[in-house]
């Protein structure tokens, strides 16, 4: 940073309670050159000042400089490039266990190629948490939590070690322990800064908190004014190490609030209102800031719930600007007062502070909500933009059992358990859950669901058996809050336990159903329902057993354990009786939002998240009983079925290879529109019956101690065999509708085999593949295995009609070319059958976003050319391509 040529000579001193701090004045750059950048929106003046500040004449120059500039003329659709370097790197330990995996191996790589193994090492301060390996085994009993700690700590013993070995062998590298939180919540409450500092060549620089995270829901952290979004987990390790983040300057659409909500109307109502509106917009690769009147009538904690929602509204980011709500919230979670006084004399500094009556920035594009016509909602069967209001979600379950389900006939019909004295029919709520970091940031809701259930408990009404209830909260602030505040034994009564900190039923990790229930679900083809407050419900994700999931604020998720179906209008029909047997409405529970003000008020205090966040890094006993190694390179044990060295550096060179064209490749799989990640490398259980599972078992793990696929992410051996394995994924070379789970069709043999055994027979044979998809390939999380197993099956490209952002370009990480279709074109359009070869030539002399032509050579001897998109950006995504990937290209330039 002090390095900076300074071209437009704004490097100034901003003196803030007797400190002084170096910074980069964005109006003084616009006196010198910069004219009108002051009118740019928020999130593109973080953008500047970034570049501003590591302008280098290489990475960085003059005119990237001056295109933000020009962005106000051509507001983002100039596709110029920009090398940005975020400030942090956020990790939660399913993607940040392979990160570090892929840094070790690194290690070793480097000390066979005669370099430094030191020199692998994060430039940038990276947080780890891990959040995401506790599983609700044990639910309903005051015993869930201890229980599923201890289940926890059996099943990841070899990640744990290794984590934290990296923790003593990595600079800049801190571990949050299991059983703090989710990572989002985390960085909301304690790790963003807003403005962050460092200390260089004796002076202190101030600039904007800024991070990426090798999560999509990183994106949560904008609703602090803190610029941050997901990247795949190899992004990732190249910003660690010192690398730029490789981005087109982006379109910004505006998104103007009014008003504010109605009484009875919740941030989740709020949220999914805004998901499906931009959606429908269509902003895959923009950024969406939030402006207007309305901003003033929103806790900071609504805001970050918006923010979460990112990746599910497409948009690379959701900001909302620095005001002095931002302080506020900074001030009662336990910030630093200094902190508190830079953030504000910085931002008012920069004009990066927001207050109501000011000029609005100038966008690519707006549109509009008044606050006050949302209402309540839920999302689903089956995604997150699939708003509903509360009202229509029976008769939209109903919809859906003949459209999405193909369920026709008795639908009233019920089953009666085994062992228990219910029934089970379609649209029962199977799981209602208390989860995510989309909701249990904000009190509001939580706070709201506590007084829903005392309401409920007063009267009388309990839970219906046959729904797994579960509550995981983001952090133990909102543990300690709920406690203290005498809503937790309530929530205890209705079931909601607390099971764990951590992601849990969001990401799959609701696990298993009671047996009696799962197994009556799966003998009578019933189509189960779960109600959670996150923020994915795409099939298969949930639980294996459950195929209708909808997303809900915390309160309706405890309205629909009581209801204990979908079926039910909870707007006119009663979710039960009280104990003298008179109907109680929804209506007559639901608490009033004077009532939950009151109680955040007295119990939501700065001294509560001081406490909790004392001594953050430390964790409980358990975890300060993993032993683990020393070293600066990891001693791999080659009987882990977790933690494995992974192929990617075999046999590397100093220099690259020639890529070399793609030639008469077969083709793995025809799959439809909306693949998401989940699909492509799921996250949740591994069964029996699968490549991944005859491995484990090859390897002597007992089915119980499978795991899921999410924890066992350090080894490329399982995760190989988990890519396109999810349950739900169909390849359209198997039939019209294509089979359920991850098969394919070898040719020319015909034999129908799992895409794992059919990608190595195809490498035995020395045959490349290829992958055609329909719209938003790859849309979901940010996950990294989803490219690395790609490549590892050896696909060379994806042909598809569109991508989404992080996984476009975690392919070209990995390697894997991604080309688009010209509009129109689908692989249906061609009649591809899945018995076709396909040849790409010239990819040695390939240029960003060329055009290029595709062979497809049919069954019967016929050849058809198509022009396909080549979707490498930039150039320094061509550098990675070329190098046969990001790491291998950050390797060759460490050791040189």
């Not at 480097?110 to 301060?125: F, H, Q, R, T, Y």
């Not at 394995?725 to 085999?753: C, F, Q, V, W």
């Amino acid at each position: 940073m002090s390095n900076s040529l300074d071209s437009f000579k704004c490097r100034k001193i901003l003196s803030v309670n007797g400190k002084d701090h170096v910074y980069f004045d964005l109006k003084e750059a616009e006196k010198n050159g910069l004219a009108g950048v002051t009118r740019l929106p928020f999130s593109m003046k973080v953008l500047l000042e970034n570049l501003l500040r590591n302008e280098d004449g290489r990475s960085v120059t003059k005119e990237s400089i001056e295109a933000v500039a020009k962005w106000l003329d051509d507001k983002g659709t100039a596709g110029v490039e920009i090398a940005y370097r975020p400030a942090r790197v956020l990790m939660q330990d399913f993607t940040g266990v392979p990160a570090v995996v892929d840094l070790a191996a690194m290690r070793d790589a480097m000390a066979s190629l005669g370099g430094d193994p030191e020199k692998i090492n994060p430039l940038v301060p990276v947080d780890l948490v891990i959040d995401h390996s506790v599983i609700v085994d044990e639910f309903g009993t005051p015993l869930a939590f201890a229980r599923n700690v201890e289940l926890e700590y059996q099943r990841n013993q070899e990640r744990y070690k290794f984590l934290k070995w990296g923790q003593q062998a990595f600079r800049n590298f801190r571990v949050v322990p299991p059983g703090t939180g989710i990572c989002h919540q985390v960085n909301l409450e304690y790790l963003g800064q807003v403005v962050w500092t460092n200390d260089e060549t004796g002076e202190t620089v101030a600039y904007p908190d800024t991070c990426v995270g090798t999560d999509s829901h990183t994106t949560m952290i904008n609703g602090l004014g803190v610029l941050g979004w997901g990247v795949g987990g190899i992004e990732a390790e190249a910003a660690m190490l010192g690398q730029p983040v490789s981005m087109l300057l982006p379109e910004v659409i505006g998104f103007r609030l009014t008003g504010r909500l109605k009484e009875g109307v919740t941030a989740t109502d709020l949220v999914l209102t805004v998901t499906q509106m931009l959606r429908k917009k269509g902003v895959v690769g923009k950024f969406v800031e939030f402006f207007g009147e309305g901003l003033a009538n929103m806790t900071l904690a609504d805001r970050a719930t918006i923010g979460n929602m990112a990746p599910e509204y497409g948009a690379t980011c959701g900001f909302f600007p620095v005001d002095g709500e931002t302080v506020r919230y900074m001030e009662n979670s336990g910030r630093d007062t200094d902190r508190l006084a830079l953030v504000e004399a910085y931002c008012k500094a920069q004009g990066m502070w927001r207050e109501n009556g000011m000029e609005d920035p100038v966008f690519t594009d707006t549109l509009e909500l008044d606050l006050g016509d949302v209402v309540p909602s839920m999302a689903g069967p089956k995604r997150p933009e699939g708003r509903v209001a509360l009202g229509d979600i029976a008769a939209g379950f109903e919809a859906a059992m003949a459209s999405e389900y193909k369920k026709t006939g008795d639908l009233e019909k019920r089953y009666p358990v085994k062992d228990t004295d219910h029934d089970l029919g379609h649209g029962d709520v199977a799981i209602a859950a208390i989860t995510s970091c989309t909701n249990t940031s904000n009190p509001s809701v939580l706070i709201g669901a506590g007084l829903l259930a005392r309401n409920a408990n007063r009267l009388g009404l309990k839970q219906k058996p046959w729904v797994k209830t579960s509550l995981a909260p983001g952090s133990q602030v909102v543990a300690e809050y709920l406690e203290k505040a005498g809503l937790q034994k309530e929530l205890d009564q209705l079931g909601f336990n607390l099971v764990g900190f951590g992601c849990t039923t969001c990401i799959g990790n609701s696990g298993p159903l009671p047996l009696p229930i799962s197994e009556t679900i799966n003998d009578k083809g019933l189509i189960a329902a779960s109600v959670l407050s996150g923020n994915r419900n795409f099939e298969g994700r949930v639980s294996p057993d459950v195929q209708a999931n909808y997303l809900a604020s915390p309160p309706l998720v405890v309205a629909y354990a009581l209801a204990g179906s979908v079926k039910i209008d909870l707007t006119t029909e009663p979710l039960g009786e009280d104990r003298d047997g008179n109907p109680v409405y929804l209506k007559d529970i639901w608490p009033t939002s004077l009532e939950i003000n009151e109680f955040i008020e007295k119990h939501v205090t700065r001294e509560l998240f001081a406490s909790r966040y004392a001594d953050v890094f430390k964790g409980d006993e358990n975890w300060q009983k993993v032993q683990a190694p020393a070293g600066q390179t990891y001693a791999w044990d080659d009987h882990s079925t977790y933690v494995q060295n992974p192929p990617y550096f075999s046999g590397m060179d100093k220099t690259p290879r020639a890529a070399g064209d793609i030639k008469g490749a077969r083709i793995l799989g025809l799959f439809g529109d909306k693949i998401t990640t989940d699909h492509i490398s799921p996250a949740g259980s591994i069964k029996a019956a699968s490549p991944a599972g005859k491995y484990l078992m090859d390897n002597g793990v007992e089915v119980v101690d499978f795991n899921q696929y999410g924890t066992r992410r350090g080894n490329h051996e399982v995760m190989m065999r988990g890519t396109f394995a999810n349950i739900r994924i169909r390849n359209h070379m198997l039939g019209e509708n294509g089979r359920e789970g991850g098969y394919t069709i070898h040719y020319p043999s015909k034999d129908e085999l799992s895409i794992y055994d059919a990608a190595m027979r195809y490498k035995e044979e020395g045959v490349p593949l290829v992958v055609f998809a329909g719209v938003e390939y790859g849309n979901g999380s940010s996950r990294d295995w989803a490219a690395k197993g790609t490549n590892l099956l050896g696909v060379r490209a994806v042909i598809a009609q569109s991508f989404e952002r992080i996984h476009r370009s975690n392919l070209v990480g990995m390697g894997v070319i991604p080309f688009v279709m010209e509009e129109g074109v689908s692989w249906a359009s061609l009649n591809l059958k899945g018995d076709e070869t396909v040849s790409i030539e010239g990819l040695d002399a390939i240029k960003p976003r060329a055009m290029m032509t595709a062979k497809i050579t049919y069954s019967d001897g016929t050849t058809k050319d198509i022009t396909v998109h080549c979707r490498i950006d930039t150039l320094d995504e061509l550098d990675y391509f070329r190098n046969g990937g990001i790491l291998h290209y950050v390797l060759r330039d460490l050791v040189a």
